[in-house]
């Protein structure tokens, strides 16, 4: 197939640099992604590293691998600001709440699914719960332990980073903890002094692979050290191993899950099957609000619902789900990306843009013959396209040349250009292809208005059709009071009408 030809290269953040995009076991391709914790509504920032490998899924399903992407649900062992002591973030939510902690992950959880539906998200392959995988990470602690580089502490057991360090300078093919963040062991422990519970571990930087619950702890397994719940980072690398083998393709997630929390899983896996786990290490990078990173920790994110409602004091308006996918979709997935209303009316206005491009192909005059300039254009622009996605997915380039489609369009309506038939078709299906299949910008009514529905909008679209017909007949019959009556009522109404050698075209200013 023409795809396969593609040559695809991503940065992984392990060796800081592009390569060459090559499976171990071609053509298949294993990807896991690190999900949600489920104890809040999904948000921004949320989005984005769901976004960006829903791209990744889509582009290499798109170039014939088979792909079995797994992205977790994290619903227990993740405690507050990501250290090793306090609350478990989804059972202090089900205290407050006066829920079950069950309750509360599967609500929020719902609630990511619904969220990530309306955006054009793609399901993954397999979506396990690190409560279902409580056996899986207490064998991967136990293997730890058995190969010498976990201790036991009051119950709770920890990643021993030194003996793991001093064991990776005589194994060469180990990587020494560290190599994926560039930070060294004593930078490390000079960034853990001021954390809780120091008092147990041997050095203030090693990780909890296994925590003694307190009396008061709902959420408990029975293990051999004590009941207790796994730590948060044992449960990707133990479900990334049962779903996609002890060696994957990718791992993503995003940028600030590069520290602790991906530095941790290569020890792990490390530690307990003696080689590396994962060949590329993607990570997005972050949205941000005045140059500080979006969360809920921090407490200046706004969520996808508000985002869908208009309904935050940061919004001048209600933006669809579609919008937002544009909005992440215009800058590549490793800048920083500052939110604004501003940005989002922008990008609002440039989907706006495609979407009238897509539909007015359908109205593009065909010639016997292609202007010189279309033809070299609509023969280019595939493999433009293509050279973008394949340079680490460039997904803001793509954009670009699909308004560089859209200026075309509109020449060859407004007969400033000719095309012929089998060039149409080419244009046609390249800005379907990328825009569509690939950048997954749904074209479909009820997920460009926020709150639509289908049916009724395209009832919508044939109703406003049948006025602009009843213009064209008054039209014909030089009623021009008519016609211009009608014309004034669309336009009061928000429809800016366009009359054309090929007939009147409609769209409505949002």
């Not at 064991?167 to 062991?185: D, H």
């Not at 203030?204 to 408990?220: C, N, P, T």
């Amino acid at each position: 197939m023409e795809q396969n030809k593609q040559i695809l290269l991503v940065y992984n953040t392990l060796t800081r640099q592009k390569e060459r995009f090559e499976p171990l076991n071609a053509p298949h391709v294993g990807m896991y992604v690190c999900g949600p914790t489920v104890y809040g509504d999904p948000h921004l920032g949320h989005a984005r590293p769901a976004i960006t490998f829903d791209i990744v899924f889509r582009y290499l399903k798109h170039l014939g691998y088979k792909v079995r992407y797994v992205r977790n649900i994290t619903d227990v062992g993740h405690l507050e600001h990501d250290a090793d002591e306090g609350d478990d973030k989804i059972e202090k939510k089900a205290r407050l709440e006066q829920l079950e902690p069950m309750e509360i992950a599967q609500y929020y959880t719902n609630r990511y699914h619904a969220a990530m539906d309306a955006l054009g998200v793609l399901r993954p392959s397999i979506e396990p719960q690190a409560t279902g995988h409580i056996i899986e990470q207490q064998q991967l602690v136990q293997q730890i332990i058995d190969n010498g580089l976990a201790y036991e502490s009051n119950g709770s057991i920890y990643f021993d980073i030194e003996a793991y360090n001093q064991k990776s300078q005589e194994a060469k093919s180990w990587p020494q903890y560290g190599v994926l963040s560039g930070r060294s062991l004593e930078n490390i422990k000079d960034e853990s002094r001021s954390l809780a519970g120091v008092g147990e571990k041997h050095n203030q930087a090693d990780f909890a692979l296994w925590k003694r619950a307190s009396a008061e702890h709902i959420m408990r397994w029975p293990s051999p050290w004590s009941d207790g719940f796994p730590g948060w980072h044992c449960e990707c690398t133990a479900m990334g191993r049962k779903y996609l083998g002890e060696q994957f393709d990718i791992h993503g997630g995003g940028m600030d899950l590069v520290f602790p929390h991906h530095e941790c899983e290569i020890a792990q896996a490390v530690a307990s099957q003696g080689k590396p786990m994962v060949k590329y290490w993607m990570h997005n990078n972050m949205i941000t609000i005045n140059g500080q990173k979006m969360g809920k920790s921090l407490g200046n994110f706004i969520t996808l619902e508000q985002f869908f409602t208009g309904n935050h004091e940061s919004l001048s308006q209600a933006y669809s789900p579609m919008t937002i996918r544009f909005f992440i979709l215009s800058a590549h997935y490793r800048s920083t990306v500052d939110f604004s209303d501003e940005a989002l009316q922008a990008s609002q206005k440039g989907l706006e843009r495609l979407i009238d491009g897509l539909k007015n192909l359908n109205r593009v005059p065909v010639s016997e013959h292609c202007d010189a300039e279309t033809k070299q254009f609509v023969k280019s622009l595939r493999q433009r396209c293509y050279d973008a996605m394949n340079d680490d997915l460039m997904t803001q380039l793509v954009v670009s040349y699909l308004f560089e489609a859209c200026t075309v369009v509109n020449k060859l309506i407004d007969h400033k250009a000719t095309i012929c038939a089998e060039c149409l078709e080419e244009l046609k299906s390249t800005m379907t292809l990328f825009a569509e299949e690939i950048l997954g910008l749904s074209t479909v009514n009820s997920q460009l208005s926020t709150g639509g529905n289908a049916a009724r909008e395209d009832s919508f679209g044939r109703v406003v059709d049948m006025v602009l017909e009843l213009r064209a007949k008054a039209k014909a019959a030089k009623d021009w009071a008519t016609s211009d009556h009608i014309r004034d009522e669309l336009a009061a109404l928000g429809f800016e009408v366009k009359d054309t050698k090929d007939g009147a075209t409609w769209k409505l200013n949002r």
